[in-house]
């Protein structure tokens, strides 16, 4: 049975903190070959190589993120029994990161991530990007999970994997209207001014459809590219807002605002996204399991 060298391990630690040869070498107080001769001989006992270079970067390998999760277990174990010793225990956690579109409704994050909000053995990392930022950093393994309304394109050198979570519908959304008269799509919007999402938004793109066969060019108050930002203004302006209800669910449930009419055949869709990897995180395994399959959705709203 192999043992691990926990000092080689502790050299791949450091350099995959400084993510430089260079700086790590200088913090171990070392020579840069010396240091990258040790790096070697771990990738050697471990069988993977844990380094790529692009560019001037050294970027982890998927063995190399694995590694460095248990690296940091190891070493905060023994902060943990220092700790301990003095009279400070602490918990071990498991880490997960979720990479998070922009424009995604917080509430529909809330609710995907709800089963482990709080838990004392887990650790999120929440980050916010664009769709090709987030996706990026689930190539490099950075994050383990990327929570989108909109798939991600596959292929050979990106193998990813889209759950379908949720289907939601799109809604005109305001402030309760002083006259009774129902709202009538799509002809009120010759003279109710609008609050939209982003040209980069997938149902913006289906609603502009909508009105261009219809022939109406809407009053657009403003185009936002931030959900929780939109929500805000639905509330503080006056007019309709196209938004899926779950984003204003409580200004719903509250009748702050009143959901004025659905748009036929104009659907939301709500995705997590994974990479196909040797070592997987647990945990996004934990939480699809509460979706029946990948193309069931769970409801939120």
């Given at each position: 049975?192999?043992?691990?060298?926990?000092?080689?391990?502790?050299?791949?630690?450091?350099?995959?903190?400084?993510?430089?040869?260079?700086?790590?070498?200088?913090?171990?107080?070392?020579?840069?070959?010396?240091?990258?001769?040790?790096?070697?001989?771990?990738?050697?006992?471990?069988?993977?190589?844990?380094?790529?270079?692009?560019?001037?970067?050294?970027?982890?390998?998927?063995?190399?993120?694995?590694?460095?999760?248990?690296?940091?277990?190891?070493?905060?174990?023994g902060d943990e029994l220092m700790s301990t010793l003095d009279g400070r225990p602490q918990a071990s956690r498991q880490v997960l990161r979720v990479g998070a579109l922009t424009t995604l409704?917080?509430?529909?994050?809330?609710?995907?991530?709800?089963?482990?909000?709080?838990?004392?053995?887990?650790?999120?990392?929440?980050?916010?990007?664009?769709?090709?930022?987030?996706?990026?950093?689930?190539?490099?393994?950075?994050?383990?999970?990327?929570?989108?309304?909109?798939?991600?394109?596959?292929?050979?050198?990106?193998?990813?994997?889209?759950?379908?979570?949720?289907?939601?519908?799109?809604?005109?959304?305001?402030?309760?209207?002083?006259?009774?008269?129902?709202?009538?799509?799509?002809?009120?919007?010759?003279?109710?001014?609008?609050?939209?999402?982003?040209?980069?938004?997938?149902?913006?793109?289906?609603?502009?459809?909508?009105?261009?066969?219809?022939?109406?060019?809407?009053?657009?108050?403003?185009?936002?590219?931030?959900?929780?930002?939109?929500?805000?203004?639905?509330?503080?302006?006056?007019?309709?807002?196209?938004?899926?209800?779950?984003?204003?669910?409580?200004?719903?449930?509250?009748?702050?605002?009143?959901?004025?009419?659905?748009?036929?055949?104009?659907?939301?869709?709500?995705?997590?996204?994974?990479?196909?990897?040797?070592?997987?995180?647990?945990?996004?395994?934990?939480?699809?399991?509460?979706?029946?399959?990948?193309?069931?959705?769970?409801?939120?709203?």
């Amino acid at each position: 049975m192999k043992s691990l060298n926990f000092n080689h391990l502790r050299y791949f630690w450091a350099v995959a903190h400084e993510g430089s040869l260079t700086r790590a070498a200088e913090r171990l107080n070392l020579s840069q070959s010396a240091l990258s001769v040790q790096i070697q001989k771990l990738e050697h006992q471990m069988g993977h190589p844990l380094f790529e270079r692009v560019g001037k970067r050294l970027v982890l390998t998927e063995a190399g993120q694995i590694s460095l999760d248990y690296a940091d277990t190891v070493f905060k174990a023994g902060d943990e029994l220092m700790s301990t010793l003095d009279g400070r225990p602490q918990a071990s956690r498991q880490v997960l990161r979720v990479g998070a579109l922009t424009t995604l409704s917080r509430n529909f994050q809330l609710e995907f991530l709800r089963p482990l909000v709080g838990r004392a053995d887990v650790e999120l990392i929440l980050r916010s990007g664009t769709t090709r930022d987030l996706l990026a950093q689930l190539e490099t393994h950075a994050i383990d999970v990327v929570l989108s309304n909109s798939a991600a394109q596959r292929d050979a050198r990106a193998p990813f994997r889209n759950h379908l979570l949720n289907q939601q519908p799109v809604s005109l959304v305001g402030r309760p209207r002083s006259h009774k008269t129902p709202f009538r799509f799509p002809d009120d919007l010759r003279t109710e001014p609008i609050l939209l999402p982003s040209l980069d938004s997938d149902i913006r793109v289906g609603f502009d459809r909508l009105l261009d066969l219809a022939g109406i060019r809407p009053i657009i108050l403003a185009e936002v590219d931030d959900m929780a930002m939109l929500r805000l203004l639905a509330r503080e302006r006056e007019g309709v807002t196209l938004v899926p209800p779950i984003v204003v669910r409580d200004e719903l449930e509250s009748g702050v605002l009143v959901e004025h009419c659905r748009i036929p055949q104009l659907t939301e869709s709500f995705y997590a996204i994974l990479q196909n990897r040797r070592f997987p995180n647990q945990l996004p395994g934990d939480l699809l399991a509460r979706y029946a399959r990948p193309a069931t959705s769970l409801s939120i709203g």
